[in-house]
């Protein structure tokens, strides 16, 4: 395989085997964005000059027997939200041109760990969207089809890994914005627990429903990610200083319980999502998993994904009051806030109700199970230019609501064609335990396949 399309964890091994240096990593992924990102537009900037000076201390320190950890010398790019010290954070706007001064805390746990950060990525205006048909910076393509989305809002996120540009990212989920791209593009994404990897330094949409996490192409490179990235901040508001993970469980498929929902909850999928989430189910039970239905109090999936949109607008038009009153936003990103600014208080009331109500109901339902299975989004990746599915974030914004961890992961499509997307949502803290049953469901023919078919696409 390429080395520029080997997974975070193969190109550890040979940076520490001192078969790969840094500076020649970073220099393939520098020459790789230069020759396709014109087409691709993943990027919205490119930090050349200091990833080269990263990579190069890297590789002086693995000389000195001095290596940071398996991330020391790995090229990493951020979502456009999160701020990286020396470029603008813009949140994919006009608006905000200002250079920031500091990193973001995750950003600086990545660097502290030796990650070379190599630029910041494109994405849906705002956050506020799945497709990253950028009107500032770009229309994102997806690599696996040219004129078709890679999703949103961390269209970039997953496209700069689906091109081989870079192996790792950082993006942001409110109701499903790193595994929605992540399921369009073949990926892993994880979306962690609220409050374990701190958001500070990341340009709101929705202070309740934010997240930051990582895309990849492994379980294991998620496992780097979140290690890296997580732990109390005491400036954030939401980060928790309790170490709530239990201690970690190995165990087998064949030991393990996941709840499906009744099958109205499923029912306006694509016939092929359904179809191939019919065949991963299969390939968990006959390796001795137990899938049991399971019904979700409270949780009608277009209403609930309603009300989060709803609270989204309100709360980015509070976090985004200067550039409303101001330029660099598009008229329909300024409707959307617009909208939520002048939503009437009984109608935000509710939809905080709803999250509530909906939060308590999925905690009482992954109650001795090892996850909820679904799929990640009811649809494909479609063509840029079409409408917009409505019902993208479906599946996707329950965990976001109840702030539980989930993981999405690619498998094979029964046509053969565009990657089906399948998330494992768990309880509170169990985001480690998420990333072993990744590892276990890797080795599952549809995830292998997929497997096979992608490197097809390098």
Not at 34 to 47: G, L, P, Q, V
Not at 124 to 145: F, K, V, Y
Not at 323 to 346: C, E, I, N
Request: glycine share 10%; net charge negative; aromatic share 4%.
């Amino acid at each position: 395989m390429n080395t520029i399309f080997q997974d975070a964890s193969t190109l550890a091994n040979a940076l520490a085997a001192g078969n790969l240096t840094s500076v020649a990593l970073t220099e393939k992924v520098l020459a790789k964005i230069a020759a396709t990102d014109n087409d691709i537009r993943a990027f919205i900037s490119i930090m050349g000059e200091s990833a080269r000076t990263d990579a190069a201390a890297s590789d002086a320190r693995r000389l000195a027997g001095q290596s940071l950890g398996p991330l020391d010398g790995i090229p990493v790019a951020v979502k456009d939200n999160i701020a990286v010290a020396g470029v603008p954070t813009t949140s994919g706007t006009a608006a905000f041109p200002q250079v920031a001064k500091v990193d973001a805390v995750t950003v600086a746990r990545l660097r502290a760990a030796g990650a070379v950060i190599i630029g910041t990525l494109n994405m849906h205006e705002g956050a506020l969207g799945s497709s990253t048909d950028n009107p500032h910076w770009g229309r994102c393509q997806n690599p696996l089809r040219v004129g078709f989305t890679p999703g949103g809002s961390s269209g970039g996120s997953a496209a700069a890994i689906a091109g081989g540009m870079v192996p790792l990212t950082l993006g942001t989920d409110t109701m499903g914005s790193v595994r929605i791209p992540a399921a369009y593009c073949g990926l892993w994404a994880l979306k962690p627990t609220k409050g374990r990897i701190p958001v500070t330094g990341l340009s709101h949409l929705s202070w309740t429903l934010d997240s930051i996490g990582p895309l990849a192409r492994s379980p294991s490179d998620l496992g780097l990610m979140l290690l890296a990235t997580e732990g109390f901040d005491p400036y954030d508001p939401i980060s928790n200083a309790l170490t709530m993970q239990k201690p970690l469980m190995h165990k087998a498929l064949s030991d393990m319980t996941f709840g499906v929902p009744d099958a109205a909850a499923l029912a306006e999928c694509e016939s092929v999502v359904t179809e191939s989430f019919a065949r991963i189910a299969a390939a968990l039970q006959q390796a001795g998993a137990k899938l049991l239905p399971i019904k979700i109090e409270g949780w009608f999936p277009g209403a609930l994904r309603r009300a989060g949109l709803l609270i989204s607008e309100v709360e980015g038009a509070v976090g985004m009051e200067s550039a409303l009153d101001g330029v660099g936003l598009s008229d329909d990103f300024r409707a959307m806030l617009d909208y939520g600014r002048q939503a009437k208080s009984s109608r935000v009331a509710l939809a905080y109700r709803q999250l509530q109500q909906l939060a308590v109901g999925f905690n009482n339902a992954v109650a001795g199970l090892d996850g909820i299975l679904l799929p990640t989004t009811p649809q494909r990746a479609f063509a840029h230019g079409s409408i917009a599915p409505a019902s993208q974030a479906d599946f996707t914004a329950l965990a976001n609501i109840a702030g539980a961890p989930a993981l999405s992961l690619p498998i094979a499509a029964v046509d053969g064609g565009l990657p089906v997307g399948v998330q494992i949502i768990g309880g509170l803290w169990q985001d480690l335990e998420l990333i072993e049953i990744g590892k276990l469901m890797a080795d599952l023919q549809p995830v292998r396949e997929w497997a096979k078919q992608m490197e097809g696409h390098e």
